[in-house]
């Protein structure tokens, strides 16, 4: 399970601020096509939705399972990091999990918590050579 600070990686493109909207749907693109590529459930996490919204996590499957793909907003008045941590709480010391931020304190909390910590420059670098690849 890879838990992706989305504000963070959208941070990494010069300009994004200019169309938020946008660039949430293209992160939340790029990241379901990573996911899917690698066959390994992502959720992608942002602070609050734009207004006028996006299309956010419906839920677990039904049968329990973890969906490849999520993306889930915070609570008004809470934050994407709260809500990372919640979903790490969730996981309890799984080593298998990883956290996308380049903040430094949710950083030093997940990896207390016994997740991975993968920076948003690395994360956005890995986007780009996936989007670069031909489809399997």
Wanted: net charge positive; proline share 7%; aromatic share 4%.
């Amino acid at each position: 399970m890879v838990i992706v600070d989305g504000n963070n990686v959208m941070g990494q493109r010069v300009g994004w601020h200019r169309d938020k909207p946008g660039a949430q749907r293209r992160l939340m693109a790029e990241v379901e096509r990573l996911a899917r590529r690698e066959n390994e459930p992502h959720l992608l996490v942002f602070d609050a939705p734009p207004p006028g919204g996006l299309p956010g996590e419906a839920g677990a499957p039904r049968d329990g399972s973890v969906p490849l793909f999520g993306v889930l907003y915070a609570r008004r008045g809470s934050s994407a990091d709260e809500l990372i941590l919640e979903r790490l709480y969730h996981h309890g010391n799984d080593p298998e999990v990883c956290v996308v931020t380049s903040d430094r304190a949710l950083a030093r909390q997940a990896r207390v918590l016994g997740a991975r910590v993968v920076s948003s420059g690395q994360f956005r670098r890995r986007l780009e050579r996936c989007a670069r690849a031909p489809e399997a």
